[in-house]
C-alpha cells in the first residue's frame, strides 16, 4: 500500500477547531535535525519529544479530563481524530511537537505525532500510558508500521494485567488493531518537589482556617458558599484547598499549590473560564 493510499483511506473532514486556540501554545518554528535511525529509535525520540513539550496543551488538557480514565480517552481520540487532519510521513519522519501538529493540523499529521499529542495530554493530567509500536499482519509485516497510546485500566500499578484503553487518532473507531508483535514504551512523570520552611495547613473539616503559607500556595479563585467551594475542590483534586474568610472577596478562598498543574507558572490559571466555549463540543 502506498503512501497516497494511505492518505486515501484516513484523509477525514474536519472541524474548524478555532475554539481550541488559546489553549494550545503557540509553535516556535524551531527544526531540529535528529539522527537517523529504526522505529525503535523513532519510540525513544516521540517518548523524549512528549516529556520535553507536554506543558504546550497543560490548558487543554483540563477541558479533555474526563470524569473516568475511559472518557478521558474518548475525549482525547474523539478531539484527535476529529480536529487533526491525517497525513502519512514519507521517507523523512516528522516527530511534532503539539504545538506544530495543532499549527498543521489542516495539513496532516502522521500515527507518530498523534501519539506524542496524545501522551502529552496524558503527562498532563498524570495518566499513566505506554507507547505501542505494532507489527501488522496484513501490512509490511517483518516490519514495525504503527504506533499508538494504550492506557492500563490499573492505574496505580500501571499494568496491563487488568485491561486496557487506547487512543489511536488515525481512525474513527478507536479499537485496536491486530498485530502479531508489540513494543511498548512506558510513560509517566517526575513531579517536581520543593523543600519549604512552611507548617502544612491545618484542616477544620475540609477547609483550613488559617492563610496557607504564600510560598507553597497561591491564590486561585474565590467560592460564595461552601457548596461552591467544595464542587471546585472537586474537580482541583489533592492539589488545592479552600480557606474559610470572609475578608478577599468570597466566604472561600480557593487556593492551589504554585509547583501543581493549576499554579501560575504552570500557565492553568483561569484556564476553566476561557474554555466554556468548548463546552458540548463532545458527545459524552
Known amino acids: 500500500m502506498t503512501k497516497e493510499e494511505i492518505n486515501v483511506i484516513l484523509k477525514r473532514r474536519i472541524k474548524n477547531g478555532d475554539e481550541f486556540n488559546h489553549l494550545i501554545e503557540k509553535p516556535k518554528n524551531q527544526k531540529v535535525k535528529l539522527a537517523t535511525g529504526d522505529t ?14 507536554y506543558k504546550q496543551v497543560a490548558k487543554l488538557s483540563q477541558v479533555l479530563r474526563g470524569k ?8 482525547i481520540h474523539y478531539f484527535l481524530f476529529y480536529d487533526i487532519q491525517y497525513q502519512a510521513d514519507g521517507v523523512t519522519q516528522n516527530i511534532r511537537s503539539p504545538a506544530n ?4 493540523r489542516r495539513e496532516g499529521i502522521d500515527c507518530k505525532s ?9 503527562l498532563n493530567l498524570g495518566i499513566k500510558h505506554y507507547i505501542r509500536q505494532i507489527k501488522q499482519p496484513n501490512f509490511n509485516p517483518k516490519q ?25 487518532g488515525t481512525v474513527q473507531s478507536n479499537r485496536e488493531p491486530k498485530y502479531t508483535s ?13 523543600g519549604l520552611n512552611c507548617p502544612a495547613p491545618k484542616k477544620k473539616g475540609w477547609y483550613v482556617t488559617k492563610k496557607p503559607c504564600q510560598k507553597a500556595y497561591e491564590l486561585y479563585d474565590f467560592a460564595r458558599s461552601a457548596e461552591q467551594a467544595k464542587n471546585m475542590l472537586k474537580s482541583l ?19 492551589v ?11 492553568l490559571k483561569g484556564a476553566s473560564k476561557k474554555s466554556s466555549s468548548t463546552r458540548g463540543r463532545f458527545p459524552f
Open 257 to 267: 499549590k504554585s509547583n501543581s498543574v493549576y499554579g501560575s507558572k504552570r500557565g
Open 101 to 104: 501538529s495543532w499549527f498543521n
Open 182 to 194: 508489540k513494543e511498548d514504551v512506558f510513560m509517566s512523570l517526575k513531579l517536581p518537589h520543593i
Open 237 to 255: 483534586g489533592s492539589d488545592a484547598i479552600a480557606h474559610k474568610s470572609n475578608s478577599e472577596g468570597g466566604a472561600y478562598n480557593i487556593y
Open 40 to 53: 525503535f529509535y523513532s519510540v525513544r525520540v516521540m517518548r523524549d519529544w512528549a516529556k520535553a513539550y
Open 114 to 122: 498523534y501519539s506524542i499529542f496524545a501522551s502529552c495530554i496524558l
Open 144 to 168: 514495525y508500521t504503527h504506533v499508538y497510546v494504550v492506557v492500563p485500566k490499573n492505574q496505580i500499578s500501571g499494568k496491563l494485567d487488568d485491561g486496557h484503553f487506547i487512543i489511536d
Open 68 to 75: 473516568t480514565i475511559e472518557e478521558t480517552c474518548n475525549k
